[in-house]
C-alpha cells in the first residue's frame, strides 16, 4: 500500500479501510485500490483539493465513506455538489461524525439509493436538524443511524418516532442526547419501531421515568438489545424489562454473527467491533 496512510482497518486477514488525506485519496487513490480490496475509507484533511473530491470515479469503489473529524467545509454551498454525484451510488454507509453542518446538504441528495447506514454523532443536531432528516426521503432504507452526543432533547426524540421514514430501521443509537422520560414514553408508543433489534439510550440521565413506556411497549416486536447505561434505572425496573422481553432476547442470541459484525462498520469508536450485545444493559453485570 503507498506510504500516504495514515491508518488501516483489517478485516478477513487483509486491509479493507484506509484513513487518508483527501489530496492523498486523489492523487493515489488507484494505487490503493489496485494493492487491497478497499471497501472502508475514511478521508481527512480536505484543503484545497476538497470540492474535486466530488467527480471523482475513485468512489464507485467504495462502499463505507467516513468524514469523521474531518472539519469539512459543509457551510460552502458547493458541497452540495459532492453529495448529489453520480460516483456515490454505491455507497452502504456514510459518517459524517463530527463535523458541523446543514443536514440540507444530505437532504437534498437523490442517488444515495444503496445507503443502509448513517452515523451523525456529535454533529451539534438539535430538533430542527431532526425535522430536517425526517423529511428527507433517503431516511425510509436507512437500518443503521447513530445520533449519539448530539442535544435533540424530547422534541427531537418525539418528532423521529413519529416520522413514518423509520419504519426499517434495526439499530439506533440515541445516547448522550438530553432526553428525558418523555422519550421512553415515544419510543414506547411509537408504531414504527417493529423491525428495531437494537435501541441505545445511555448516559441521558432524565431518562429514568420513561422505562415504564419501553416495558408497556406492543410495538417493539424486533428489540434484542436494549442499552440505558447511567439512566440511573434501578434493578428492580432493569428486571422488569429484561422480564417483558425475555423471549424475544433468547432468540436475538441465536442470531447470526454476522448482524453483530455489519452493526460495527459505523459506531463511537468506528474500527472497533460494535458493542451491541444482545439483553438489556444498565452498566451493572446481569443476573
Do not use: M
Amino acid at each position: 500500500l503507498p506510504g500516504c496512510l495514515t491508518g488501516r482497518r483489517y478485516e478477513r486477514g487483509c486491509v479493507e479501510g484506509v484513513v487518508v488525506s483527501a489530496e492523498a485519496f486523489l492523487e493515489f487513490g488507484e494505487d490503493i485500490f489496485r494493492a487491497a480490496p478497499i471497501r472502508f475509507v475514511q478521508l481527512t484533511q480536505f484543503g484545497e483539493r476538497g470540492l474535486e473530491l466530488a467527480g471523482s470515479p475513485l468512489f464507485q469503489r467504495v462502499r463505507f465513506l467516513s468524514f469523521k473529524g474531518g472539519q469539512i467545509p459543509f457551510q460552502l454551498a458547493e458541497w452540495g455538489e459532492f453529495f448529489v454525484s453520480n460516483q456515490l451510488t454505491n455507497l452502504v454507509g456514510l459518517d459524517l461524525s463530527r463535523n458541523s453542518f446543514s443536514l440540507t446538504c444530505l437532504t437534498d441528495a437523490k442517488p444515495l439509493q444503496n445507503l443502509k447506514i448513517l452515523g451523525l454523532e456529535n454533529c451539534n443536531l438539535r430538533y430542527e436538524n431532526i425535522q430536517e432528516l425526517i423529511q428527507w426521503p433517503g431516511l425510509e432504507q436507512i437500518e443503521e443511524l447513530y445520533l449519539s452526543g448530539n442535544d435533540i432533547g424530547d422534541r427531537g426524540a418525539r418528532a423521529l418516532f413519529n416520522s413514518e421514514r423509520i419504519q426499517n430501521l434495526r439499530i439506533l443509537d440515541l445516547s448522550r442526547n438530553q432526553l428525558t422520560g418523555d422519550s421512553g414514553y415515544a419510543v414506547g408508543g411509537s408504531k414504527n419501531v417493529s423491525k428495531l433489534e437494537h435501541l441505545d439510550l445511555s448516559y441521558n440521565e432524565n431518562l429514568r421515568q420513561g422505562a415504564e413506556g419501553l416495558e408497556t411497549s406492543d410495538t417493539l416486536h424486533s428489540l434484542v438489545s436494549l442499552h440505558v447505561r447511567n439512566c440511573k434505572i434501578s434493578r428492580e425496573v432493569i428486571a422488569g424489562l429484561t422480564s417483558r422481553f425475555e423471549e424475544q432476547l433468547e432468540r436475538g442470541r441465536w442470531r447470526s454473527e454476522l448482524t453483530r459484525r455489519v452493526a460495527g462498520l459505523f459506531c463511537s469508536q468506528r474500527y472497533q467491533p460494535r458493542r451491541w450485545k444482545h439483553g438489556i444493559s444498565n452498566g451493572v453485570p446481569s443476573e
